[in-house]
C-alpha cells in the first residue's frame, strides 16, 4: 500500500508545529558564526526525525535528495533560499516548504544567517548529491 504524498506532508506539517517550540530551546546550541552550518537532531522514532540547522551568511548546500525520505522544513529566522530544477525562491519565517522522496533541490543563505527547522520521514538515512541545471540568482 502506498501512503498518499499529501497524507504524508499533512503529518510533517504537524511534527515541524510541534517542534517548533523545542526549535527556540535549543536555537542556543547551534551556531550559524562557524564557516559551515551546524546541526543537531532534536527528535528521533520510528517513523520520523528532526534536525535544527544553523546557516552561516553565503553558505550553501549541495544540490541534493533525500533518498527515500520525505522532507518538511520551515524557517525560523534569517531567510534562506531553496534552488530546484524549477527555479529559485526566498523562504522567509513561518513559511513551510515540502520535499518529495527523490526530489533534487539546494538550500542557502545570501548576506544574512539562518536557523531552520527540517523533518524527514522516515528517518534521514540518505543523501545523494547531484547536479542542478539552473544558476545560482
Request: proline share 8%.
Amino acid at each position: 500500500m502506498t501512503i498518499p504524498i499529501d497524507f504524508i506532508d499533512s503529518a510533517l506539517s504537524n511534527l515541524l508545529d510541534g517542534l517548533r517550540p523545542r526549535a527556540a530551546r535549543w536555537s542556543g546550541v547551534v551556531r550559524p558564526d562557524g564557516p559551515e552550518r551546524d546541526a543537531i537532531r532534536i527528535y528521533r522514532s520510528e517513523d520520523a526525525d528532526a534536525w535544527l540547522i544553523a546557516w552561516p551568511a553565503h553558505h550553501w548546500t549541495t544540490p541534493h535528495d533525500h533518498g527515500a525520505s520525505s522532507a518538511a522544513f520551515t524557517v525560523i529566522s534569517g531567510e534562506l533560499r531553496e534552488r530546484t530544477p524549477d527555479g529559485v525562491r526566498a523562504l522567509s519565517p513561518g513559511a513551510v516548504t515540502f520535499v518529495a522522496p527523490g526530489a533534487v533541490h539546494d538550500v542557502g543563505t545570501e548576506a544574512t544567517t539562518a536557523l531552520s527547522l527540517h523533518v524527514y520521514s522516515p528517518p534521514l538515512t540518505t543523501m545523494n548529491f547531484l547536479e542542478l541545471d539552473t544558476a545560482r540568482s
